[in-house]
Nanobody, 120 residues
Framework: QVQLVQSGGGLVQPGGSLRLSCAASGITVDLYTIGWFRQAPGKEREGVSCTSRRDGGTFYADSVKGRFTISRDNAKNMVALQMNSLKPEDTAVYYC?????????????WGQGTQVTVSS
C-alpha cells in the first residue's frame, strides 16, 4: 500500500520559515515526479513546486519563486519543501504528490495535507 505521510507545518509569523516533509512508503520517490500543492479557503488547489524524476529539474510558481525550495532525499525516500520569508497569502493546506506514467498507466498519490498558517 502506498502512503505519503506529511509532517511539518503549523503557525508562523510573517517573514518566518517552515519546512514540510513527505515520507513515502510503497513507492520509490526517485521514480516519480514529486510536487507540492496548496489550497487556501475558498480557492482551487494550485501547484507550488515540483521536481522531475527524469532530470531533477525544478519548477516554482511565480508567487513562491526565490522563497521556497523543493528537495528530495532518495536515500530516505522522502521529499521536502523549505519555505522562507513566509507571507500571509501563503496560508493554505499543503499537499505533496507523487506521479508517474509507466507502460500506459498513470500512478498518482497524495499526502494527507498539512495546515500552514502565516499570521501575526
Amino acid at each position: 500500500q502506498v502512503q505519503l505521510v506529511q509532517s511539518g507545518g503549523g503557525l508562523v509569523q510573517p517573514g518566518g520559515s517552515l519546512r514540510l516533509s513527505c515520507a513515502a512508503s510503497g513507492i520509490t520517490v526517485d521514480l516519480y515526479t514529486i510536487g507540492w500543492f496548496r489550497q487556501a479557503p475558498g480557492k482551487e488547489r494550485e501547484g507550488v513546486s515540483c521536481t522531475s524524476r527524469r532530470d531533477g529539474g525544478t519548477f516554482y510558481a511565480d508567487s513562491v519563486k526565490g522563497r521556497f525550495t523543493i528537495s528530495r532525499d532518495n536515500a530516505k525516500n522522502m521529499v521536502a519543501l523549505q519555505m522562507n520569508s513566509l507571507k500571509p497569502e501563503d496560508t493554505a493546506v499543503y499537499y505533496c504528490n507523487a506521479n508517474r506514467d509507466f507502460l500506459g498507466k498513470k500512478y498518482d498519490y497524495w499526502g494527507q495535507g498539512t495546515q500552514v498558517t502565516v499570521s501575526s
